[in-house]
């Protein structure tokens, strides 16, 4: 799978929008881009996913840059409970096992 | 809503013994899958598992490791002869379908230590 790189950290106060980059230059045009998220002591956490149009879901946006390069996982009001190692995954179509390749994420701290 | 669920939570065992750990994946899901996580490390794949075969298996998934799915609903992964390396938080996922769309969805893990 093509690699993402993200910020170690980032910050946010509560109730505040959030934007979490992703850069992936060497993405091929068949990868999707998936977000998840592992809150503290807890197992990864599915968020969202795409592929070249902007996504929505009741989490979070997924924002793609056109050259689809980048991508921004937007967190329209920050909780506490956000609180969280948010990873930007690259999904190859010639990935036979499927398996999740996870990078070191972007911890967002939210302080209230 | 269905999830998956591991046990035991935390397992303590000492150097060379066998250890299985215990997942129940989500009910109407056909693909499985384990990970670990050594402590302030990344989330690493160790196999898929479909159609009661291996799909595909990390480095790190050596001959000490082994995974069954012994009845309808069981999905296990057997550490054969546990190293003082092995300790780390393990993961079991599952997902209703494959492909690059499709989400996977985890259990909280097991804390395994190894003296």
């Known amino acids: 799978d093509a690699k993402t790189t993200q910020p170690n950290s980032m910050e946010s106060n509560e109730e505040e929008p959030v934007h979490l980059p992703c850069n992936h230059s060497t993405i091929s045009g068949t990868d999707y881009i998936h977000w998840y998220r592992q809150l503290p002591s807890q197992g990864p956490e599915y968020v969202i996913h795409?592929?070249?149009s902007n996504v929505n879901n009741r989490m979070a946006s997924l924002a793609i840059a056109e050259d689809r390069k980048s991508s921004t996982l937007i967190l329209h009001r920050a909780t506490l409970r956000d609180a969280a190692v948010y990873y930007c995954?690259?999904?190859?179509?010639?990935?036979?096992?499927?398996?999740?390749?996870f990078g070191g994420g972007t911890r967002l701290m939210v302080k209230p | 809503e269905p999830e998956v669920t591991q046990t035991p939570s935390h397992q303590v065992t000492q150097m060379g013994q066998e250890v299985i750990l215990r997942c129940v994946p989500i009910s109407n899901h056909l693909y499985f899958y384990w990970y670990r996580q050594i402590l302030g490390q990344k989330v690493e794949f160790l196999v898929s598992?479909?159609?009661?075969?291996?799909?595909?298996k990390s480095e790190i998934f050596d001959d000490q490791f082994s995974v069954e799915r012994p009845d309808g609903s069981n999905f296990t992964l057997k550490i054969r002869s546990t190293k003082l390396e092995d300790s780390a938080m393990y993961f079991c996922?599952?997902?209703?379908?494959?492909?690059?769309?499709?989400?996977?969805?985890f259990g909280p893990g097991t804390r395994l230590l190894v003296l």
């Open positions: 598992f479909y159609n009661n075969e291996i799909s595909e």
């Open positions: 995954i690259l999904r190859s179509t010639y990935n036979a096992g499927n398996m999740l390749t």
């Open positions: 795409g592929l070249t």
């Open positions: 996922a599952s997902s209703g379908r494959t492909g690059v769309g499709e989400t996977q969805y």
